[in-house]
């Protein structure tokens, strides 16, 4: 089946406000920064979005949230986002901190069909004992606590319970793919983006090359993928940078 399509807005086609987003990346690194830019663009609101964290200040998913289109994230640090701690504190988003290996696992769960674990992360924390502010008021005070999570005990250890993420779609960045929607992705960028490919309904990939994959290369197969976005090289090449080091 051939997954391609000719546009990033053709890509995109039928995101409605609301939706809900699973979305590849660390930081910068791996982040489909040309889907985020059309999503930008669509002027969807509302949207609800499953990330390791939401972009830097100007960059990335980061983008949506200084535009008011995000209203809920689940991630796993705020980061030094500093628009992104702003609106989290003046309760303009609605944040779901998870650990982690919570958080990858909660997607790979997602697009295995498996609705729930059982995992040692957090057990004794406000993780799962309720505590962590969804939301807060405007003043900063809290308004919404994550509520409290199951505790079992396995051979006398206790366990906390994590539900699996599905989302609407997902938006994913791979180095190559073919165009049955088979991704490879390079080094540090394939970080959490196989695992937001598995949780979305609808994922859709852009790939900085198109080009014939060896099975031995495929790192997520395309059953997880309906739609294969091609990068021209100014886009494949486009990749932003937290911090900049300099050694003297």
């Given at each position: 089946m051939d997954k391609v399509v000719g546009s990033a807005a053709e890509a995109l086609n039928?995101?409605?406000?609301?939706?809900?987003?699973?979305?590849?990346?660390?930081?910068?690194?791996?982040?489909?920064?040309?889907?985020?830019?059309?999503?930008?663009?669509?002027?969807?609101?509302?949207?609800?979005?499953?990330?390791?964290?939401?972009?830097?200040?100007?960059?990335?998913?980061?983008?949506l949230l200084a535009a008011g289109r995000i209203a809920r994230v689940t991630a796993s640090y705020i980061g030094e986002n500093k628009e992104f701690g702003r609106r989290y504190l003046a309760g303009e988003v609605e944040v779901e901190l998870t650990p982690q290996g919570s958080l990858a696992e909660r997607l790979r769960a997602g697009g295995c069909g498996i609705p729930a674990f059982y995992t040692p992360a957090g057990v004794g924390t406000p993780v799962a004992e309720s505590g962590l502010p969804l939301r807060h008021h405007a003043d900063g005070s809290v308004a919404l606590t994550a509520p409290p999570k199951e505790v079992r005990e396995f051979d006398g250890v206790p366990y906390v319970l994590e539900?699996?993420?599905?989302?609407?779609?997902?938006?994913?960045?791979?180095?190559?793919?073919?165009?049955?929607?088979?991704?490879?992705?390079r080094?540090?960028?394939?970080?959490?983006?196989?695992?937001?490919?598995?949780?979305?309904r609808i994922t859709i990939a852009e790939v900085e090359e198109l080009t014939d994959l060896d099975p031995d290369e495929v790192h997520l197969p395309g059953v997880f993928v309906q739609r294969?976005?091609?990068?021209?090289?100014?886009?494949?090449?486009?990749?932003?940078?937290?911090?900049?080091?300099?050694?003297?």
């Open positions: 039928g995101v409605h406000d609301g939706a809900s987003f699973a979305v590849g990346g660390f930081g910068l690194s791996g982040i489909p920064a040309v889907l985020i830019e059309a999503l930008l663009d669509s002027g969807v609101s509302g949207i609800g979005v499953v990330s390791n964290n939401c972009g830097t200040d100007g960059g990335g998913l980061g983008l539900h699996a993420i599905t989302t609407d779609f997902a938006l994913v960045r791979a180095a190559r793919g073919d165009r049955h929607g088979n991704l490879s992705f080094k540090a960028a394939r970080n959490f983006n196989p695992l937001a490919a598995m949780a979305g294969v976005l091609p990068l021209t090289p100014e886009q494949a090449a486009a990749k932003g940078i937290e911090w900049r080091t300099v050694r003297a």
